[in-house]
């Protein structure tokens, strides 16, 4: 037999299956990249209509991770949404929120917990329940200070409280640390004892009930200022994702 007829009955087989294999690897590829484009604008999709959101709404959805093995496991892992201005219930402000364990054909997902940033005037709508005299609003990390005016021997006098704020059991917690009467700093039990009962509602911590302003399956965890915004932790109830009545306001008192 010659080198040459040796040359030509060498196998093929290792050819053909780096071919295949080279083949698979860009059908997956291929499959990635349309599941990279689809899959986070049918999710901006529903989520705009879930929450009723304008058509337009400006919302970032990131998936991490490589999709394909999670779209065949029926279970995204993770899910990112971001909007720099949302209306969730009736707060406004920037949004950041991550849901895990999203199933693909629907149903309740595993956990969703997020931030909203908002404002000062939108802080100040969320204390008009409270028993605050208040006209003004001043955010500065890690405090807010609220300006008023507090009745004081039958006279009107010019208050300024600062709070920190917090949650507690997804109520709004405002912790009073200083007080300001007509311009002079003044001891809070002092105030709390000459005042009535007008003081001590303003030196004693207030627990505002929010939940009227959040759609019932999320509550407040968490809240704390950051420069001059005001920054909530949600949680929500996987639930959301099916239960209709979830997404409905909640009520106060929360139940």
Same mark, same amino acid.
């Given at each position: 037999?010659?080198?040459?007829?040796?040359?030509?009955?060498?196998?093929?087989?290792?050819?053909?299956?780096?071919?295949?294999?080279? #083949? %698979?690897?860009?059908?997956?590829?291929?499959?990635?990249? #349309?599941?990279? @484009?689809?899959?986070?604008?049918?999710?901006?999709?529903?989520?705009?209509?879930?929450?009723?959101?304008?058509?337009?709404? !400006?919302?970032? #959805?990131?998936? /991490?991770?490589?999709?394909?093995? !999670?779209?065949?496991?029926?279970?995204?892992? *993770?899910?990112?949404?971001?909007?720099? *201005?949302?209306?969730?219930?009736?707060?406004?402000?920037?949004?950041?929120?991550? $849901?895990?364990?999203?199933?693909?054909? +629907?149903?309740?997902?595993? $956990?969703?917990?997020?931030?909203? @940033?908002?404002?000062?005037? *939108?802080?100040?709508?969320?204390?008009?329940?409270?028993?605050?005299?208040?006209?003004?609003?001043?955010?500065? $990390? /890690?405090?807010?200070?609220?300006?008023?005016?507090?009745?004081?021997? +039958?006279?009107?006098?010019?208050?300024?409280?600062?709070?920190?704020?917090?949650?507690?059991?997804?109520?709004?917690?405002?912790?009073?640390?200083?007080?300001?009467?007509?311009?002079?700093?003044?001891?809070?039990?002092?105030?709390?004892?000459?005042?009535? %009962?007008?003081? @001590? @509602?303003?030196? !004693?911590? !207030?627990?505002?009930?929010?939940?009227?302003?959040?759609?019932?399956?999320?509550?407040?965890?968490?809240?704390?200022?950051?420069?001059?915004?005001?920054?909530?932790?949600?949680?929500?109830?996987?639930?959301?994702?099916?239960?209709?009545?979830?997404?409905?306001?909640?009520?106060?008192?929360?139940?």
């Amino acid at each position: 037999m010659t080198n040459t007829t040796a040359v030509r009955r060498r196998p093929r087989w290792p050819w053909v299956v780096l071919v295949i294999v080279l #083949v %698979l690897a860009a059908l997956v590829a291929a499959g990635e990249l #349309v599941a990279r @484009a689809v899959v986070p604008n049918t999710i901006r999709s529903l989520v705009i209509s879930n929450l009723d959101l304008p058509a337009d709404q !400006q919302l970032e #959805v990131q998936t /991490p991770g490589i999709l394909l093995p !999670q779209l065949i496991s029926g279970t995204l892992d *993770e899910v990112k949404l971001a909007s720099d *201005e949302v209306t969730i219930g009736g707060i406004t402000g920037s949004a950041r929120v991550t $849901a895990t364990d999203v199933p693909v054909s +629907g149903g309740a997902l595993g $956990a969703a917990k997020g931030t909203v @940033a908002i404002d000062q005037d *939108e802080f100040g709508s969320l204390l008009a329940a409270s028993q605050l005299p208040i006209t003004r609003i001043a955010l500065m $990390a /890690p405090n807010a200070t609220v300006e008023g005016e507090l009745e004081l021997f +039958g006279r009107q006098i010019p208050v300024g409280l600062t709070v920190t704020p917090g949650a507690e059991d997804g109520d709004l917690l405002l912790t009073p640390v200083s007080l300001m009467v007509n311009g002079t700093a003044v001891d809070l039990d002092a105030v709390s004892g000459l005042a009535g %009962l007008a003081g @001590a @509602a303003i030196t !004693q911590p !207030q627990r505002i009930c929010i939940a009227d302003r959040l759609p019932a399956g999320i509550t407040l965890t968490g809240l704390r200022i950051e420069g001059s915004r005001a920054v909530a932790d949600i949680a929500a109830d996987g639930r959301i994702a099916v239960d209709q009545a979830l997404l409905d306001p909640g009520t106060c008192p929360r139940s």
